[in-house]
């Protein structure tokens, strides 16, 4: 089962108002696991850098000033995604962003079932508790020491992790590489001739004491 774990970084928070996407990240998985093919964009935004946006990703305007614009990879990263589920951490602001990008390019929007929110899911499993990105990487004891800034291609790799988790947790060999058979070295096997099997009918010894019995008991359920 094919999926891709997505995730943006933006200008802002609002793309009604004006704000763009200026980074993009995407991660395939088979069976729930990695398959290493990633794909990552930076995006020309064409307009400024608001300072708290800067704070958050540490992604300036004079570095996305060189980047393609969105219109220009649109049908590769339609192409990478081949209509399958998203794994996205609070969807709807992942997906009212890149309508907003889809639209402008004049492609047909991500329709919202193609969607997974892990928020979602992390609140009914966990209720009451926070769940973010970095307190579900707590929870399920995943390194997340290198996020000193928000960027889309760590938060899809921390995603991918904390996913597998939320669904049931890791495949035997803690290996998160799908298609790889991890055989501890540690384990023995022995081949053994199987064995015939023993007989089980009564000898005429066995058969006469049996008998002898039955006469010693009085009027056997059995025999009524």
Known sequence: MREIVLDTETTGLEPELGHRVVEIACIELNNHLPTGNTKRWYLNPERDMPTDAFAVHGISAEFLKAQPRFAEIADEFLAFLEGAPLIIHNAGFD?????AELQRAGRSPLPAGIAI?????ARRKFPGA????DALCRRFA?????R????????????????????????PGLELIAGTAVESRLAIRIQREPRPARPHAPSEAELAAHAALLER????IWLS
Do not use: C, M
């Open 95 to 99: 997906l009212a962003f890149l309508n």
């Open 142 to 146: 995943i390194d997340n020491s290198a």
């Open 117 to 121: 929110d892990t928020l979602e899911i």
């Open 130 to 133: 926070q769940a973010s990105l």
């Open 217 to 220: 008991l009085n009027s056997p």
């Open 148 to 171: 000193t800034k928000h960027g889309a291609l760590l938060d899809a790799e921390l995603l991918a992790e904390v996913y597998l988790e939320l669904i049931g947790g890791r495949q």
